[in-house]
């Protein structure tokens, strides 16, 4: 597995909020660390048991952090996932949706010059199975296998697992990159983790229209990757320059079509599953 | 959000990107008025959110005040893809010597904002990026500096542009400014036109504005036309839902933006055509299933409707309830063909036992059951 495990201790960000406070729950339930909580103002309460303090620097002369989540409204989430960078925590998820995008412009800029790891925002988070869970997915889809996941959708990423999990490979680690067009972390960041995971046997990428990460990607794979990838892409029959949900999942003139993203994964040898099952057939065809 | 043209003109002015001197006509003889207070020849512009205006018929010269009545008469009310023309702007005609494109947009790879530059405006960039896309120059903006004269001058050279070095460069500088002032998404000038006289005007302007950040700007948020919309978009939008209205005959809702994108791609793979893309979110209750099936008994085109839930956070049974209600208060009239899976999935199931709403066990066998119905084989 890559980036979390049994072991991460885990701080939530906008824990007094009805997410933060609903999410922590889940995550606790799950098996999760979750060790503290920060809500500017409500320091000294407790959620779940948990403390809560006035900001990540008071939670962090009381506790050792290694991930930071984020539930804290669009409007100051950003800032947030700042605060966290700033304050040294290693790796920074933000799960929050509609942040305004030149907020994200310079967070993603000023997160990345600290050398700290960002994920979403806009996205369900990650999650080792059976071992930690830092995000809003439901857990019990995710058995323990040798799959690893990286997707920019929530609930397809769900029924993936489920189908891998399903068919009893499993997964290693899932992680959700996010809708938005400015994210912290994209498909060819994470690859180079899963190619060195010594339980990873196989990838899945789940793209979708929008940009170019999927392309990005696929350049990686083919120049690096040693272990099989299987790709699927949403979005396929979409009308051009509509947003599909997700604020990053449109086609802009010639950039985002699927035909590009197809044509890309499949100059890379990645084989492209046309529906959720197929991905497990593939995944089942390339480990022989 | 898109704006107007001459909204978008209107925020450049603002930060000191020289306009033509116009202003915006509801009725022919404001439009004459406008053009006589301006007193030279006018060129009258559709003001409405589609491209190809110019090739629409709706963009003409006039060159005096009763001519430009004319012009507006027929500008005003004419239909534009779909779209009715409602307002005119009248503003001073250009003497063009040259025509170039400026614009900011986002770019995912770089994360960041990149100014575009290219000596060949007054077309469709996206065309000039296809055929000739050396002739633009791409520059990302470190969002830490912003983008200085220095840079914005070496732009200008690098791009081949011909005119006031000094002036040009400005007008980048103040884009730039003015794309961050107000959140945009895109902010382009199309064309920048140097005058037979060496002055340097944004001729015609696009802004869309970044819909996360409205909040930011209330005066501009005050500017979104709902009849520009369509009506279902916005009863949706009122209900918190991501929808796009589609053209085909078969209601789409699911959970998930994913989720949605791919019950989309698959009712297209069996032949269908989907009417909508309508995503319910994350955790949706029954009485949100209940609105979303109003929203699409709204749709006169909806013929049959693929409920397509993956149960997280969501729970099917509530989905469930949600369908039972809008069935009983005869809301839906179409056939209901469903596909349930994840947290709660037996629950749910149980509670449709014996209701009219058609039952499969995976996405694709759903999407070839609503298909065949819409189609009339079932």
Redesign the interface.
């Known amino acids: 597995m890559i980036l979390i495990d049994r072991n991460t201790r885990v701080l939530v960000q906008g824990i007094t909020g009805r997410e933060g406070s609903f999410h922590t729950r889940q995550m606790l339930d799950y098996g999760t660390k979750v060790v503290a909580g920060v809500t500017p103002g409500k320091g000294g309460q407790e959620v779940h048991g948990v403390p809560v303090y006035n900001s990540v620097k008071e939670a962090l002369k009381e506790h050792e952090i290694d991930a930071s989540i984020i539930f804290v409204p669009?409007?100051a989430a950003a800032d947030a996932a700042l605060e966290a960078a700033h304050a040294g925590i290693p790796l920074v998820v933000l799960i929050t949706e509609?942040?305004?995008?030149?907020?994200m412009?310079?967070a993603?800029?000023?997160i990345k010059d600290l050398g700290i790891r960002l994920i979403g925002g806009n996205c369900p988070g990650l999650i080792s199975a059976e071992e930690s869970k830092i995000g809003?997915?439901?857990g019990h889809?995710f058995k323990r296998g040798k799959v690893g996941i990286i997707?920019?959708?929530?609930?397809?990423?769900?029924?993936a697992a489920?189908a891998l999990s399903d068919a009893g490979l499993g997964t290693t680690t899932t992680v959700g990159i996010g809708?938005d067009?400015?994210i912290g972390t994209t498909f060819k960041d994470l690859l180079p983790l899963f190619n060195e995971d010594p339980e990873t046997e196989a990838v899945v990428v789940?793209g979708?229209?929008?940009?170019?990460?999927e392309e990005?990607a696929a350049a990686w794979i083919k120049e690096h990757m040693k272990k099989p990838v299987v790709a699927f892409i949403?979005?396929?029959?979409?009308?051009k320059g509509?947003?599909?949900?997700?604020?990053?999942?449109i086609i802009m003139?010639?950039v985002g079509t699927p035909e590009s993203k197809v044509k890309a994964f499949q100059e890379a040898g990645v084989p492209i599953a046309?529906?959720?099952?197929e991905i497990v057939e593939l995944v089942k065809k390339q480990l022989g | 959000m898109k704006l107007h043209e001459y909204q978008a003109k209107e925020i450049l002015a603002k930060y000191g990107i020289p306009v033509p001197p116009g202003k915006v006509a509801f009725t022919p003889e404001e439009a004459r008025e406008i053009a006589r207070e301006i007193g030279k020849q006018v060129v009258i512009k559709a003001q409405v959110h589609v491209g190809g205006r110019g090739k629409a018929g709706g963009v003409k010269l006039a060159d005096t005040p009763a001519e430009a009545e004319e012009v507006a008469k027929k500008i005003l009310g004419m239909n534009i893809k779909g779209l009715t023309v409602k307002k005119v702007l009248v503003a001073e005609a250009a003497e063009i010597a040259k025509e170039y494109y400026a614009g900011l947009i986002l770019d995912r790879s770089s994360q960041r904002v990149v100014m575009m530059v290219s000596r060949e405006g007054g077309v469709d960039i996206e065309e000039v990026a296809r055929e000739n896309p050396e002739a633009i120059v791409k520059y990302p903006i470190d969002p830490d500096k912003g983008l200085r004269p220095f840079e914005a001058r070496q732009i200008v050279l690098d791009a081949g542009l011909e005119g006031n070095l000094n002036k040009l460069a400005d007008v980048l500088v103040k884009l730039y400014k003015a794309y961050v002032g107000v959140d945009a998404f895109l902010a382009e000038i199309n064309p920048l036109v140097v005058t037979r006289d060496g002055e340097i005007i944004a001729v015609d302007a696009k802004i869309d504005l970044d819909d996360n950040a409205l909040f930011r700007h209330p005066d501009l948020a005050k500017l979104r036309e709902v009849e520009a919309e369509h009506p279902l978009e916005i009863e949706a939008q009122n209900y918190g839902f991501a929808y796009v209205k589609l053209s085909g005959n078969i209601g789409i809702l699911g959970n998930g933006a994913g989720l949605v994108m791919y019950t989309l791609d698959l009712v297209n793979r069996v032949g269908g055509k989907p009417a909508n893309f309508l995503d319910i979110g994350g955790g949706a209750k029954a009485d949100v299933v209940y609105n979303a099936l109003k929203l699409l008994s709204k749709d006169p085109d909806v013929k049959g409707i693929f409920i397509n839930i993956f149960g997280g956070i969501t729970r099917a049974d509530e989905v469930a309830k949600g369908v039972i209600k809008a069935l009983e208060e005869g809301i839906v009239k179409v056939p209901i063909v469903m596909r349930v899976a994840g947290t709660a999935e037996e629950e749910a199931k149980k509670l449709l036992e014996g209701k009219p709403v058609y039952m499969y066990p995976t996405s694709i066998e759903a999407a070839k059951a609503i298909v065949a119905m819409v189609e009339g084989k079932k």
């Open positions: 669009a409007f509609g942040i305004p995008t030149l907020d412009v310079q993603v800029k000023e809003i997915m439901p889809v997707s920019r959708s929530g609930t397809l990423t769900y029924e489920a809708g067009p400015i789940i979708e229209i929008g940009g170019s990460d990005e949403s979005g396929r029959s979409a009308p509509k947003r599909m949900g997700h604020a990053g999942a003139g010639d046309e529906t959720i099952d």
